[in-house]
């Protein structure tokens, strides 16, 4: 969900990797999670893992008894953005910007983690991602204990490009920026991750089926990930964001993984 100054840009033009150990492979997350309210509350908690606030100017209201901004419809989720007219002080994260919207998150409560265990893992989903200034909507992998690590399979801040980030440190990056036709309807995205030594992964991004790029991530191997789809407002997205409602919708989100 941020970008450093000089990460580097890369775009990449190779095969697509398909699944190793088939007979070894297990489903986390299937893509009926989204079915109803059950099924979602057994496999994601609503909001950021660390609570309401992160680095736009987005507050996320979501739970059990309120979905306002999380609710569910024939196996879609949609997360919808307000605008706000009263003061309600700035956010708590970093860079403590003033909060103009309410939003909503969900993040998995199974963690991502790469290791001699369960050294493959996908995580890919469905997605209708709004792109006007002032709309920063994500699909991101985030380090539990530290930050880095971070993926971002679905990013995108204000236009129709979506970023596939890969942060090893704050000032180590690797971004393939890819212009999206019609963000606004269905697309697919992808991470293909794998682990290729003691310390290292490699992360293979696709947007509808077709492979974009790999960074290589490392020191990604052991390190637990949340997996969070959100919507954020302004901040690297732009300013000002829209004053109409804003939807952010998802379907047929997967989480899977090869046991060694």
């Known amino acids: 969900m941020r970008i450093a100054a000089g990460a580097l840009v890369v775009v990449l033009t190779a095969a697509s990797t398909t699944p190793a150990n088939a007979a070894a492979w297990e489903e986390v997350i299937g893509t009926g999670s989204f079915s109803g309210y059950g099924a979602l509350e057994s496999e994601w908690n609503y909001r950021y893992p660390w609570g309401s606030d992160h680095n736009g100017t987005a507050r996320m209201y979501a739970s059990s008894s309120d979905h306002n901004h999380v609710s569910l419809s024939g196996g879609v989720l949609t997360v919808k953005a307000t605008r706000i007219s009263w003061d309600e002080g700035n956010s708590t994260a970093d860079p403590h910007l003033p909060i103009r919207y309410h939003s909503g998150a969900i993040h998995a409560k199974e963690h991502v983690v790469v290791n001699d265990q369960f ?40 236009d129709n490009r979506n970023w596939f ?56 191997v052991g390190k637990r990930l949340w997996v969070i789809i959100n919507m954020q407002m302004e901040g690297s997205s732009g300013s000002p964001g829209p004053t109409a409602e804003t939807v952010y919708r998802a379907r047929n989100v997967y989480i899977g993984r090869t046991r060694a």
């Open 119 to 158: 050294p493959n893992w996908e995580v890919k989903g469905d997605f209708q991602a709004p792109s006007t200034r002032g709309t920063w909507p994500a699909f991101w992998l985030t380090g539990v204990n530290s930050w880095p690590p971070e993926s971002d399979i679905l990013e995108f801040k204000g």
């Open 165 to 220: 980030n890969t942060f090893r440190t704050s000032s180590d990056v690797s971004s393939s920026i890819v212009a999206v036709s019609s963000p606004g309807s269905w697309h697919t995205y992808r991470a293909w991750m794998t682990k290729v030594n003691g310390t290292d992964v490699d992360i293979h991004y696709y947007l509808d089926g077709k492979w974009i790029a790999k960074h290589t991530a490392r020191n990604f």
